[in-house]
């Protein structure tokens, strides 16, 4: 089978992204990859069957690559239309698409803007906690927690974000204060009780409170129990080196083996969150009717072709309930012209006030499906 590789370049501003797109003949698989000054920021694979043609590969690795190009370049006129000007929900939404694909420049620009116009925008300020706390903007993270869990003091999330940023300037204390709450508010958060044990390493590693030292070994074990009982993704060969350091006293490497678990599963969770194309879109009114159906019509092309890709069967249903929902306002429209002509039309009156209530029931479980993807 033929190797076939396509690379594009877009220049913006000072960055120049690099979007490259190979078949990988053994793995059975097309990978896509974008570049930023030569940093890889992210990366996707899809797989295909291994009965398919070189012409039908070859245009799949084009019309792979080819989607991938138009993504990074809707995102970035996106970027540029909205920091500007846009509402603050456009804003924010644009900014998680953002974030999830490393572009944490762009995502915390947005963040910022938003919160600047919608003082109480929790959701933006839990992000531009993470955005800069990604940037390595450690100051700026914990003034952006800080904010979200005084608007938001019970959602285990925020404090949980709260507690890394603490924890990453070295303030072992105050991490496990916001950690600790977090369970408080969510006995089943697995996230944070790693985080707890992280916690209780680099503050045994530091010396900076002699409180937290007795049975240290015990503890930290107690809590990475729970979070692996809860979230077993955890539990990698890193995390039982990690387990097996403590044991034996060497804190430092199981300190810094378990940090790379925690990194390696948000990184995970990263992915799984950038790998489909306008999903932004998705959680807007930005997107248009026709784009829902070219989207529908590409995604049952991919499923043609690849069957066994389960991912593309959950978007596909994503995408046919946002059509749903996009047919239901025509159908309220059509009411609404009708009464115009005739506003006595008993029929589209009582059809109409059926429809609208139950437009928004539907919205909001569109909505509630789509962000929980």
Partial sequence: ?????????????????????????????????????????????????????????????????????????????????????????????????????????????????????????????????????????????????????????????????LGEAYLTSGSCKRAVIEFEEAIRENIYYADAYFDLAIAYLLNAVNREDFEMYPDLTTRTIDVLKKATLINPNYKTSAYDEAVAALTAGQLKRAHSLLKAVREEKKEMYRQEKSAHFNRFLMYTDWISYNNIIERINHLEREIEKNPGYVDLYNELAVSYLHQAKFSWQKGIEHFKKALDINPQLGKAKRSLELSEEFSLKLADAVFDITERQ
């Avoid at 762009?106 to 803007?113: D, V």
């Avoid at 600047?116 to 927690?145: C, M, N, P, V």
């Fill in 1 to 161: 089978m033929e190797s076939y590789r396509l690379d594009s370049k877009i220049v913006e501003e000072d960055k120049e992204y690099l979007i490259q797109t190979v078949n990988d003949s053994n793995e059975g698989v097309i990978k896509t990859s974008l570049f930023v000054n030569g940093e890889l920021l992210d990366s996707c694979v899809l797989p295909h069957s291994d009965e398919i043609s070189d012409g039908d590969l070859l245009n799949l690795v084009k019309n792979t690559h080819v989607d991938k190009k138009t993504e990074l370049e809707y995102l970035l006129r996106s970027y540029k239309d909205i920091v500007g000007g846009g509402k603050p929900e456009m804003m924010y939404h644009l900014g998680v698409a953002l974030f999830f694909k490393r572009m944490y420049y762009q995502a915390r620009q947005l963040f910022q803007s938003a919160v600047k116009q919608k003082h109480d925008y929790h959701e933006a300020f839990f992000f531009l906690a993470q955005s800069e706390l990604a940037s390595g903007h450690i100051d700026a993270a914990i003034k952006a927690g800080i904010k979200a869990v005084e608007l938001r003091p019970h959602f285990a999330d925020y404090r949980n974000i």
